[in-house]
């Protein structure tokens, strides 16, 4: 079994971060695989070698010990996507290959035009540029294009082990998608499932909001050859509004917390107890939360955790 964390250096640990980390950690631990640590620091703009410090210090902090990752190593290093470039364009030379890459000269004020298939959710590619790409088009003006993935009208069918039987119809859902942008930087979408079949990821834990993209991730693996993971997908920790935690809220990263005097296992057992894993409201030990969590107690329901300072640094 190989589990894995993969957070983008954008911004300081927070909550947010640290319970997808708890829960991998967890299910890594009880069934004694190993837990890779990834940094996902593609988007060269956003990411900020400061964060990708932070992070790490933080997780090392928390006691989540990672067996391959940044430091340490381990057979498929190196483990910062930064480093992996050589791979992405292998695997685009791959899609090309066979036949699925097309560049794609649409500006954001045209993508902004098309629908989206639910309220909130990224638009889906109308597969514009894909017509021209088959005509054999002239470029319609000397902007460097990005490039595209052509997915087939095929509906993609898995059971994720929180959320269940999962369907979806790869070109109405989702679309085309970018693998590299205009700029020559490789996406999310390509990078993470490289990494995740390149290193023999076996068991994906994250945010239910990455939900949504799941198919488009197993189709890429497959089209590259990889095996595919099994995926649970986890209920977001939310503040009293509904909104999703963020890196700009007060009082919710890492380093906030271990300055108003948080102890690491004060943390982590604030999180399996608001998530239901385990059944007392007490500070665990790490080998306790190891032996004692329930991730089979999980429910689907987003979390609740309006101003958890307080409620964390008076766990006994
Ligand atoms: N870097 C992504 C994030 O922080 C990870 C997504 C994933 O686990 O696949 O949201």
């Known amino acids: 079994m190989r589990g894995r964390f993969a957070p983008g250096p954008t911004g ?49 902090w928390l006691g989540l010990t990672w067996d391959e990752g ?4 381990g057979p498929y290093a190196p483990y910062i996507q930064q480093q992996r470039y050589g791979l992405y364009m292998r695997a685009l030379q791959l899609l090309q290959r066979q036949g699925l890459l097309y560049p794609c000269y649409c500006n954001r004020a045209r993508l902004q035009t098309l629908g989206a298939p639910h ?12 017509k021209r790409f088959k005509k054999n088009m002239a470029p319609p003006g000397d902007k460097p294009p990005s490039r595209r993935v052509h997915v087939p009208p095929d509906t993609l069918v898995f059971a994720d082990l929180q959320y269940g039987r999962q369907e979806t119809a790869l070109r109405r859902d989702g679309g085309d998608f970018v693998v590299r942008r205009a700029d020559g930087l490789f996406t ?47 209920p977001l920790l939310v503040d009293a ?13 890492v380093a906030a917390l271990r300055d108003a005097g948080a102890d690491p296992c004060q943390i982590l057992s604030y999180l399996a107890w608001r998530g ?8 665990y030990t790490l080998a306790e939360l190891v032996q004692q969590s329930e991730l089979s107690r999980l429910s689907g329901e987003d979390i609740c955790v309006a101003a958890p300072e307080r409620e964390i640094c008076s766990l006994l």
């Open 12 to 60: 300081y640990l927070h909550l947010g971060n640290v319970w997808t980390a708890l829960l991998s950690w967890l299910q890594v631990r009880q069934q004694g695989g190993t837990w890779v640590l990834r940094l996902e620091d593609v988007d060269e703009q956003r990411s900020r070698a400061v964060f990708a410090r932070s992070i790490l210090r933080d997780i090392t």
């Open 70 to 73: 940044p430091r340490i190593g």
């Open 119 to 130: 309220a909130g959710e990224r638009h889906v590619y109308d597969g514009c540029c894909y």
């Open 188 to 234: 999310y979408a390509l990078a993470a499932v490289v990494d995740d079949g390149a290193m023999a990821i076996t068991h994906v834990v994250r945010g239910r909001d990455l939900l949504p993209v799941t198919a488009q991730q197993i189709w890429l693996l497959q089209v590259l050859g990889y095996d595919v993971p099994q995926y649970l997908h986890v």
């Open 241 to 253: 509004g509904a909104h999703r935690l963020s890196k700009r809220q007060h009082g919710i990263t």
């Open 276 to 283: 239901d894993l385990v059944r007392e409201k007490r500070r």
